[in-house]
């Protein structure tokens, strides 16, 4: 820093007699006010003067009368007047401690006189006085340089420095506070940090330092008498738990070694448990002390734990402040009368992992372990609480009275108590279970013991297992009927379209008949819905590239939400594959889209993203029940609606659960997403919350591709591409089929329709028949069309000896019970499925198709 020496500026003196500054303001007024007096004198001397003088004599009458008022009432002064500045430089000259007021670069402006007595006086200047006096030790350095670098930043700062004693008065610590400041002549905000003055003001804290120093050695004092007491004494602060202080006693308790415990940071919960954190939290809060004693385990550093009794006490009024905790070491001899024995019985009641409590003649609890407090009263203490009033918190009142009438057999010494269960917590997702058993009576002692075990885990599981039972059951169902209703839907479409070939579109029986054909396809669309919920659909797998598949069906989806809904589709690049079936996936993606359309009435956003999840990720969601960490393709389709309550989304894929209006839905959508979703290996997860809308998520299980094999993604059609597509193909053939089905209008309106375009059939009503019909046919049958499920031989057994009297014969498999199990039962791949119900073009179709091969 620049430096030089102080300007000293004394004090103007109040004096109008001795001011020069005041005698040179008026000199030039005297010397005017003597040469009018010459030249008046002259008038006077000439004896014409005399009405003139009267004139001047009136004039300085009223001058001396104005002058007078003037001096009286303040606004005429005959002496300087003294500036503010020469106030304050007054001032700052009289005070007792050090001031200089300089610029931002160092240069000295102004010091006072209590600069030079306690730094000493320098060639160089106040501020090299300085620098000599406090550069003497790192500190002082320290401190120099951090005030020197504020001052020239323009920014205030205080450093508290230790002097030297070497000169007699000189303070033994001093308070150094620098800031800047702007003069009145300038703005505060126009003015750069460098363009402000800075004042520098030394001050004597010695006192307080002295204070400051006798405070902490009662401190020091105190807390050392608190490590010698035979007591454990901890302060723990309220925010997380983070132990503050802890005297040595409770350390050697705790197997660390002196002082090692209060500066490892540690957090009570490491000691108590995360549980007996929150307990402790709770009785300081009480107001009865008697309240805040518990018997409690704490763990030491090597594992093992203590027995302590505990007392909790809040510090003051203000919880934010914490807790204390005063505790005795119930294992130190001499300091509880208690055994061995006796200990050891209070080790196991504290250390128990279900609750237990032990209850007085009158019903109250008289004691009771931690995990008691934890599962019934949600960590609060319960002495002197009444059983029923604890027990009955959440208790409905049927629960209430069994509770009561429990209690009552209990305290009057009957046994052979049956377990009641009754709910816990806020939101009473907690079940508990209660054991209740009488006491032999004892003077004085406890008359029954309550036993609490968690059975939130087996309620939950009971009701997985019950659903997963009814969900089996609803598809055994469904699985059983699918065969005869589908067998029924097949003669309704088939012969609606054997009738649509003989009526033209003008006719009036047309459009009867489509509706006849409509509601078939409906029906249709039903059975597959819950053979989908069953997971016993028959795929047609093959290897899908989710994004194209999503991308397809942009065309269909934007008809499906309408306008109201923005539809957006992204696609992560370099998907990998999966292997299923494209159609049922088709019908997976449009369910999910018309659901979240039905969620958003007046329109919001959908977007349907695919992307790839690694195993690495997979691995946050290993707690989620039912899924298994691995690669994924995971399709997610979001949605800004209503969003579902939590009790809604528990019944989601429960078949014929609907929140739509009657006839707007049938409650299997979800249901069948579930199921074709599980049967392809995959996973679905539900993400809802009220007002936010919903997100499914489809986890499909990557399929790795091996060397040379080729992928060719099959896209799913829908029913009206697929018919319009077939209605325009050529379906006529020759050939002689051998047509095997057990129901007759199924098997009649398949031979019509066969022989309308051109083929020869035989028809077989069973195995049995059609073995005898290719006997009696030697050479002649081309394809033979089975159904699977015949009485007498079904169509796997069927095809066993087909195959053995011709290996080449060509067989096509129709079956309205679709069971995939049966292609691992054939041993062979080598033939043609087509399930029920189906229509005319695509049995011809398929007839046509496998000839051709």
């Given amino acids: 820093m620049k430096d030089r020496e102080a300007l000293r500026i ?58 007078l008022f003037g001096i009286a009432a303040g606004h005429i002064r005959l002496g300087a007047r003294a500036t503010p500045s020469d106030f304050l430089k007054a001032a700052i000259d009289a005070h007792d401690e050090p001031h200089i007021i300089a610029n931002a670069d160092g240069t000295v402006l102004y010091a006072n006189a209590a600069v030079e007595r306690i730094l000493g006086r320098h060639e160089a200047g106040p501020f090299s006085a300085l620098e000599t006096l406090l550069t003497s030790d790192a500190e002082g350095t320290q401190a120099y340089f951090q005030l020197t670098r504020a001052a020239e930043r323009g920014e205030a700062r205080r450093e508290d420095v230790r002097l030297r004693p070497s000169v007699a008065g000189r303070p033994s610590w001093v ?12 703005s505060s905000e126009d003015v750069s940090p460098r363009q402000r003055l800075v004042s520098w003001q030394i001050t004597d804290v010695s006192g307080e330092k002295s204070r400051e120093a006798q405070h902490i050695e009662k401190l ?23 132990i503050l202080h802890v005297n040595a006693a409770f350390e050697q308790w705790l197997g660390y070694p002196a002082g090692a415990l209060r500066v490892r940071n540690l957090g009570l919960a490491e000691l108590a448990g995360t549980e007996g954190l929150r307990l402790l939290k709770l009785m300081a809060t009480i107001a009865d002390a008697d309240q805040r004693v518990i018997d409690l385990d704490l763990t030491r550093q090597d594992g093992r734990i203590v027995a302590l009794t505990l007392l909790v006490e809040p510090v003051g009024d203000q919880s934010e402040l914490g807790f204390t905790i005063t505790a005795i070491n119930r294992q130190t001899a001499g300091l509880v ?60 009142p049927e629960e209430r009275l069994r509770i009561e009438a429990g209690l009552g057999e209990a305290l009057t010494g009957r046994g052979n108590i049956q377990p009641i269960e009754i709910t816990a917590g806020a939101q009473r997702e907690f079940t508990r279970r209660i054991y209740m058993s009488p006491l032999a009576a004892v003077q004085g002692g406890a008359a029954a013991a309550l036993y609490v075990m968690d059975a939130t885990e087996q309620k939950v599981l009971e009701g997985r297992v019950a659903q997963a039972q009814k969900m089996e059951a609803v598809g055994n169902l469904a ?37 006849i054909q409509s509601a078939a396809n409906r029906a249709a669309s039903l059975v597959a819905g819950l053979l989908g919920f069953s997971r016993k659909q028959t795929q047609q797998v093959t ?106 989304m528990e019944k989601i894929f ?199 091969k």
């Fill in 479 to 515: 699985g059983g009927i699918a065969h005869d209703f589908n067998n029924v839907l097949t003669a309704i479409i088939g012969f609606s379209d054997l009738l649509l070939q003989t009526h033209r579109p003008s006719d009036a029986a047309y459009r009867d008949i489509k509706n």
């Fill in 220 to 242: 020091e004092a105190s807390l050392a008498a608190f490590d010698a007491m035979p007591a454990g004494f901890m302060w723990v602060s309220s925010v997380g738990g983070a």
């Fill in 337 to 396: 009368d208690r055994g061995q024995q006796d200990v050891r019985a209070s080790q196991f009641f504290q250390s128990a992992p279900f609750g237990i409590a032990a209850l007085d003649a009158e019903g109250r609890i008289a004691n009771c372990n931690t995990a008691f407090m934890r599962m019934v009263l949600d960590g609060k203490p319960a002495q002197d609480v009444l059983a029923a009033e604890a027990l009955c918190r959440t208790a409905d």
């Fill in 654 to 852: 429960e078949p014929f659960f609907t929140t739509k209006g009657v006839g707007k839905g049938t409650g299997l959508g979800l249901a069948s997403v579930y199921g074709i979703v599980k049967q392809s290996g995959g996973f679905i997860q539900p993400e809802s919350e009220i007002g936010k809308g919903t997100t499914f998520k489809v986890f499909l299980p990557r399929y790795f591709v091996e060397d040379g094999e080729d992928v060719e993604t099959v896209l799913p059609q829908t029913i009206a591409a697929a018919k319009k597509q077939l209605t325009a193909t050529d379906l006529t053939g020759t050939g002689r089929v051998l047509l095997v089905e057990d129901e007759p209008d199924v098997r009649h309106f398949a031979a019509r329709a066969l022989r309308r375009q051109g083929y020869q059939v035989v028809e077989a009503a069973d195995g049995l028949e059609a073995l005898e019909l290719m006997a009696a046919n030697e050479g002649q049958i081309d394809i033979v069309v089975s159904d699977v499920v015949m009485p007498e031989m079904d169509g796997p057994a069927l095809f066993k000896e087909l195959r053995k009297r011709n290996p080449s014969i060509k067989v096509i498999f129709v079956s309205g019970y679709p069971n995939e199990a049966f292609r691992e039962t054939m041993g062979s791949d080598d033939f043609a499925f087509l399930p029920k119900p189906f229509s005319l073009p695509q049995l011809a179709a398929k007839v046509k198709d496998e000839l051709a």
């Fill in 543 to 648: 290897v899908v590239d989710v994004g194209d598949v999503t991308s397809e069906m942009m065309p269909v989806l934007k008809t499906q939400v309408g306008e109201k809904i923005d539809l957006k589709i992204q696609a992560e690049r370099d998907l990998w594959y999966v292997k299923a079936d494209s159609n049922q996936l088709y019908q997976v993606v449009l369910n999910l889209v018309r659901n979240a359309r039905d969620a958003m009435p007046n329109g919001g956003k959908l977007t349907i993203k695919t992307r790839n999840v690694t195993e690495r990720e997979s691995q946050k969601m290993s707690g989620v029940p039912g899924f298994t960490p691995g690669e994924y393709v995971v399709i997610e389709v979001a949605d800004t609606g209503t969003g579902m309550a939590p009790e809604v």
């Fill in 10 to 67: 004394d004090a103007a003196p109040v004096d109008p007699l001795n001011s020069a500054e005041g005698f040179g303001g008026f000199l030039p007024i005297i010397i005017v006010a003597a040469a009018g007096g010459s030249v008046l004198f002259g008038l006077l001397a000439s004896g014409s003067g005399e009405p003139l003088l009267l004139t001047v004599i009136a004039l300085l009458a009223m001058f001396g009368i104005f002058m």
């Fill in 175 to 186: 308070r150094i506070s620098v800031r800047p400041f702007a003069t009145s002549d300038q």
